[in-house]
T-cell receptor, first 114, second 112 residues
Framework: DSGVTQTPKHLITATGQRVTLRCSPR?????VYWYQQSLDQGLQFLIQ???????AKGNILERFSAQQFPDLHSELNLSSLELGDSALYFC?????????????FGPGTRLTVL | DQQVKQNSPSLSVQEGRISILNCDYT??????FLWYKKYPAEGPTFLIS?????DKNEDGRFTVFLNKSAKHLSLHIVPSQPGDSAVYFC???????????FGTGTSLTVIP
């Protein structure tokens, strides 16, 4: 158990809908990262927050947004969903958010868009 | 542009033998490298890391080697056990950066 929690574990929805994925980092970690893993693909970095502020952006679509709240939990919002958005979404957390700082991953949310 | 590459999608090894997983990178700014292990339906689990000031780091059965001139790292598992069967991802980041770059993973199967 990494100490990172993600909810829900599974999510099934229809095209055009909007969903919110939630992540609680490990105790003491200030940084949260979001990744997408599509079938047979590696982990694609989406976005990073550090202590409530956006720190880095990767391959995140404009239809996706995220935020980190004062209690450090984070939410990833996916809107106008398309079939291609079906994937595993992982959240990771780390202490410093940069450099030689190990990221610890949650169990993921499997999103299925029908 | 894939800055971290794992060119072998899969690897099969007999129990008790050595498993060698390889990873190549293109960005000379990368300073810190990690290996993660992932079981189905679970998140990646941190395994071992190495800083660019070292060329080897050992933790039990797991050893990571770094060849900076070749921009290559490898993970050795000795002896391999059936419980090691999983997908292994390598990742890299610069000390001054905050984004991890992951490879596409190598699926290791250890045959009893």
């Amino acid at each position: 158990d990494s100490g990172v929690t993600q909810t829900p574990k599974h999510l099934i929805t229809a095209t055009g809908q909007r969903v919110t994925l939630r992540c609680s980092p490990r105790s003491g970690d200030l940084s949260v990262y979001w990744y997408q893993q599509s079938l047979d693909q590696g982990l694609q970095f989406l976005i990073q927050y550090y202590n409530g502020e956006e720190r880095a952006k990767g391959n995140i679509l404009e239809r996706f947004s995220a935020q980190q709240f004062p209690d450090l939990h984070s939410e990833l919002n996916l809107s106008s969903l398309e079939l291609g958005d079906s994937a595993l979404y992982f959240c990771a957390s780390s202490v410093m958010g940069q450099g030689a700082d190990t990221q610890y991953f949650g169990p993921g949310t499997r999103l299925t868009v029908l | 542009d894939q800055q971290v590459k794992q060119n072998s999608p899969s690897l099969s090894v007999q129990e008790g033998r050595i498993s060698i997983l390889n990873c190549d990178y293109t960005n000379s700014m990368f300073d810190y490298f990690l290996w993660y292990k992932k079981y189905p339906a679970e998140g990646p689990t941190f395994l071992i890391s190495i800083s660019s000031i070292k060329d080897k780091n050992e933790d039990g059965r797991f050893t990571v080697f770094l060849n900076k001139s070749a921009k290559h790292l490898s993970l050795h598992i000795v002896p391999s056990q059936p419980g090691d069967s999983a997908v292994y991802f390598c990742a890299a980041t610069p000390y001054t950066g905050n984004q991890f770059y992951f490879g596409t993973g190598t699926s290791l199967t250890v045959i009893p």
